[in-house]
């Protein structure tokens, strides 16, 4: 996986300690200056102690604060990042269209870093094995989750969703220990999707989350946890941002599901074609 240290700094957030806090807020307001100064300085100008600020590095994966910096040094002077610039009121309107691509290509590079094997293995394994999935996620997360119903429908699994969080619960209180649900929340804090993934796993339910914080309950409560990464800007919530991640992930498992149980999926594709022939007949 990419060293990518603002990316990881934002996703991490949430979980850190005040202290820790301190040191993210100092490297996201001034990359460049990490990159010119020794641990001694930083340490000096957040009045912190030198080994606080070793073991931030280290609680991001770095081996020390040179890792980081390099790993920092790499992700200011991307072009990418030169590129992705805030929207002003004074750009024309593809000037905006393009900041809006750069953003979403962004948010795709971010998340792809995120990507682990293991997890995205050990979910389309889970997937593969179910009796039933259940695609779970309120507010924006719902349309992800019915755009993942009315994709994993082609896989010749039993899928479902809803829109309506109700209807959420009382479906995920009707899954068994050989169902799997997948629950969608970019924040990951959300307290009708944190109910419904309850529900499920009380139910004995194997989960999947889909989130943008790694110490989020969700990403915490799941058996695993995907991750998206984006970037807010202000006329673009981070949570708005995050969908093209969300929606790359489902992709990227539906792919997956397609290839693995092939045989299963082209019968299911083969029965939607002739029952939509029929109606246009």
Known sequence: MSQNCMVKIRSYYSGFS????????????KPE????????????DLKVADATVFRFCKRLGFKGYQAMKIALAAEVMSPIQQIHEEISE??????IAEKIFHSNIRTLENTLQFLDKESITSAVNLLKDADRVE????????VIAMDAYHKFIRTG???FSFLDSH?????????????????ISHSGTNKDTIRILKTAKDNG?????????AKSPISQNVHIALYTSSEETEYRSEALASRIGQLSLIDALYVNLMIANKEK?????????????????
């Not at 005040?18 to 307001?29: C, Q, R, V």
């Not at 339910?205 to 914080?213: N, R």
């Open 167 to 183: 209807f959420q619960l009382m479906s995920a209180s009707q899954l068994t220990p050989k169902d799997v649900a997948v629950v």
């Open 205 to 213: 339910a194997k989960t999947i989350g889909i989130t943008g914080f």
């Open 135 to 142: 695609f779970y996620g309120t507010g924006g997360s719902a």
């Open 157 to 159: 699994i039993k899928a």
């Open 90 to 95: 004074q750009d024309d309107e593809k000037t």
């Open 18 to 29: 005040d202290k820790e806090k301190k040191i993210a807020d100092y490297i996201l307001e």
């Open 265 to 281: 999926a082209n019968q299911a594709l083969d029965k939607i074609r002739d029952t939509i022939s029929d109606t246009r007949m």
């Open 33 to 44: 200056r990490i990159i010119h100064s020794t641990i001694n300085e930083v340490a000096d």
